[in-house]
């Protein structure tokens, strides 16, 4: 079950193009990649309790593992103090960067 407190996605600034970066982090604190989201794809997030994102060079709606089958459930997103900033708190399967590690940052 998404854990999200009520009307949290409402006030977050989004840039000009309309996205907001996102850090995928695994329950056990390790920062698995950082990508961008839309307010459609919080909203498929919480709607379906796997992450997505807006691939910036695909121009499209990205639900993360969808050809990989590397899913992420998403247990909880949180907001930064400032609101400006998502952090989805996973449950990942297999790699979460497309070159096989782990995470993109190892
Ligand atoms: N799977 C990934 C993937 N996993 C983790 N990441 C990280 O997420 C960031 C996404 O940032 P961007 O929006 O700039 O990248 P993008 O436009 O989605 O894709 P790229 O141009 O970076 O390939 C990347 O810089 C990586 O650090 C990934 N970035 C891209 N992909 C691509 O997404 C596609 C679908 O993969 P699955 O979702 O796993 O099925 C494949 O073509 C992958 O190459």
Do not use: N
Not at 24 to 36: C, F, H, N, S, Y
């Amino acid at each position: 079950m998404l854990t999200l407190a009520p009307g949290v996605l409402d006030g977050l600034k989004y840039d000009e193009r309309g996205l907001v970066p996102v850090i995928a982090q695994e329950e056990d604190g390790t920062v698995l990649m950082l990508a961008w989201a839309s307010r459609e794809a919080l909203d498929a997030t919480v709607a379906t309790g796997y992450a997505h994102y807006w691939s910036r060079s695909r121009r499209e709606l990205w639900k993360k593992g969808a050809t990989s089958g590397h899913l992420q459930e998403v247990v909880a997103v949180k907001v930064d103090c400032d609101a400006d900033a998502v952090l989805y708190l996973v449950r990942q399967t297999g790699p979460a960067c497309h070159t096989g590690s782990r995470s993109c940052f190892s």
